[in-house]
């Protein structure tokens, strides 16, 4: 389940830089998170698209279903975890996928444990989903 949430956002990134650009992979962990950061230089979302992006069937692309952002979100929810993603027009999108090491026990979902999301100038880019 992990593998195709990783193919669908590293697809999307792809497809979303049709002209090139950068595509960077990041990964970290601490006590009890394991995160995964996937960043593209492509055109970014605009703040109507960032509040629909996990609508079913919301899609910006001819061809798309609007069902693989929607899937990635339940398959990461189902293992316990949390996606956040940041995008402004112009700038590219990151999505950042946090996963506990372990069944998190009640005292380690205190946000003191969890890792620190990246907040940007513009509070209206980043968005915890």
């Known amino acids: ?23 960077l992979l990041k990964t970290n ?4 998170w394991i995160w995964v950061c996937i960043s593209d230089t492509g055109p970014g979302m605009s703040q109507a698209q960032l509040k629909n992006l996990f609508t079913p069937f919301f899609t910006t692309r001819e061809k798309g279903s609007g069902l693989g952002l929607m ?4 398959i990461v929810r189902a293992h316990k975890g949390r ?3 940041e995008s402004q027009p112009g700038r590219g999108t990151e999505f950042r996928i946090f996963l506990p090491l372990q069944e998190p026990e009640p005292h380690l979902l205190n946000p003191v444990n969890d890792p620190e999301p990246r ?4 509070p209206e880019a980043h968005q915890e989903l």
Do not use: P, S
């Open 1 to 23: 389940q992990m593998k195709q949430v990783l193919v669908n956002l590293i697809k999307n990134a792809i497809q979303a830089m049709a002209n090139g650009g950068r595509l």
């Open 119 to 122: 907040k940007t100038g513009n």
């Open 71 to 74: 899937i990635v979100q339940r």
């Open 29 to 32: 962990q601490n006590v009890h």
């Open 83 to 85: 996606i956040e993603v």
